[in-house]
């Protein structure tokens, strides 16, 4: 008799019952041992998708570590690191400056521009204007921090519960590095404030964004006397 056949929730010699009753019990037992190993599966490939991006952080960092010129990079990594902060969405605040992290996570800013993707505007005092082929890079970069940050969610979720902090904190400190840093490296310079604020807007809509649909964490105000 296999599992389900055995299972003791129905028996097919119960008052009332029929073959028939018992056949349809069977079926939706076996649908239901399918879903929880679905799922499982999907666990486990979640699982080693975490451990395959933790341990490409900590080559990035174990190689770069003596390199001085990423030291403000690798000082804000540690920074969130030390928050116990997902690795893929570190990674993915990083991945528009290092193109050898988009190699190794398979993360290419390459994809075709959608209609969102077609310009990007930072406010400054300059009105310096960006080339449509860096504001796609960037508009693509944005477009994966909030891919990750949907997948990190049950993990991430609680560092957004404070969406000030969340977006002028530690995780604005390293995006707007990102951003400047990568803006500096193709011949544009912008005011720091106008990209720290740029990060800013962006990051609190997210964490706005991942705290949807989630009445836990909810405030549940005083206990009732």
């Known amino acids: 008799m296999s599992d389900v056949e055995s299972f003791g929730g129905f028996e097919s010699t119960n008052q009332g019952s029929t073959p028939e009753s018992f056949r349809q019990f069977q079926e939706r037992m076996k649908a239901a041992a399918a879903q929880i190993q679905a799922i499982k599966a999907s666990e486990q490939r979640q699982k080693q998708s975490e451990d395959k991006l933790a341990q490409i952080l900590l080559d990035f960092i174990t190689t770069h570590q003596n ?60 009105r310096t204007e960006i080339p449509p082929a860096l504001s796609l890079k960037v508009s693509l970069w944005i477009q994966e921090i909030y891919k990750t940050a949907l997948l990190s969610r049950p993990k991430l979720v609680k560092f957004t519960l404070d969406t000030e902090q969340f977006s002028t904190g530690p995780v604005n400190k390293l995006a707007s590095h990102t951003l400047s840093k990568f803006l500096e490296k193709n011949g544009i310079y912008q005011y720091p404030g106008a990209i720290s604020e740029f990060c800013s ?16 964490l909810a405030d549940p105000g005083p206990p009732a006397n």
């Open 67 to 126: 390199d001085s010129a990423l030291a403000d990079f690798l000082e804000h990594i540690s920074t969130l690191l030390a928050l116990n902060m997902p690795a893929a969405f570190i990674l993915s605040l990083i991945l528009l400056y290092f193109e050898e992290l988009q190699v190794k996570t398979g993360l290419l800013l390459t994809q075709p521009p959608t209609s969102e993707q077609s310009s990007l505007q930072l406010i400054n005092p300059d």
């Open 201 to 216: 807007q962006y990051l609190k809509g997210l964490a706005i964004e991942l705290q949807k649909d989630l009445p836990e």
